[in-house]
């Protein structure tokens, strides 16, 4: 009986941090993202209002983007930043501005899971996101950056 009962709990506890593991991975991509490669100093010029999203989240991020030439830069607009709660789990946000450079930027056309965006890979980040096609050729525009 008490074996038995031993290996309940060790099965239980991996599950519970398989479980951990899992809940708190959407997040990681963001985090790195703004680890490394946070934003100095704020562009000039207009931004554009988007939602970003980073895989394999359910949600999207609220964003503020511009695109330079020295690459892209975006974080969640500070009215957002204060209206969140703890209670909006659905919901992530860059909490730190970042400029991701071209150099370590990838894009191309998304297949899945959004259709109609463009994807972003910085592999360096390990980070996924998306943007809808028309604000992300209106970045790669501003950014002189080719259209996929």
Sequence with gaps: ?????????????????????????????????????RAAIEPDGPFVQCKVRFAPDEGSTPCIAKATRAGLYMVSPKETLAKRSWLSYSVYYLTEPVLIPWSVLKYQRSIYPLWGGIKFDVPSAKATFYIRRKLAIELLRQGGQPIP
Aim: glycine residues 2%.
């Design 1 to 37: 009986m008490s074996n038995s009962v031993s290996l309940l709990a060790i099965v239980a506890l991996v599950l519970v941090w398989a479980g951990c593991v899992w809940i708190l991975r959407p997040l990681q991509s963001r985090r790195n993202l703004q680890r490394q490669f």
